[in-house]
């Protein structure tokens, strides 16, 4: 069974930067992709970046430039830099896994950003 822990979330003023972590217990050769979905209070998840196994990026035309997405294969963990915060960047984020057999959710965690 896998597991997304995530950790980095918390409260930062507009301008700030954060680094989400998301480690995940399974190995860098059955993942497919790892992206990070954020979801605002009274929105829909939305994907805010995505790599792929190959090392290719996209990114949500609202974070990019700001967001930087990476993976450490070795340690199985993806993170997300996120420069330049805004308040519209404040929902919670949750970290999502596709493998060869599934796609995994992480618990969440919360993101504000302050005027």
């Known amino acids: 069974q896998v597991q997304l822990v995530e950790s980095g979330g918390g409260l930062v003023q507009a301008g700030g930067s954060l680094r989400l972590s998301c480690a995940a217990s399974?190995?860098?050769?059955?993942?497919?992709?790892m992206a990070w979905y954020r979801q605002a209070p009274g929105k829909q998840r939305e994907l805010v970046a995505r790599?792929?196994?190959?090392?290719?990026?996209n990114y949500a035309d609202s974070v990019k430039g700001r967001f930087t997405i990476s993976r450490d294969n070795a340690l199985n963990t993806v993170y997300l830099q996120m420069n330049g915060l805004k308040p519209e960047d404040t929902a919670v984020y949750y970290c999502?896994?596709?493998?060869?057999?599934?796609?995994?959710w992480g618990q969440g965690t919360q993101v504000t950003v302050s005027s």
């Open positions: 790599i792929t196994s190959g090392g290719s990026t």
């Open positions: 399974v190995s860098s050769s059955s993942i497919n992709a």
């Open positions: 999502n896994v596709l493998t060869t057999w599934n796609f995994y």
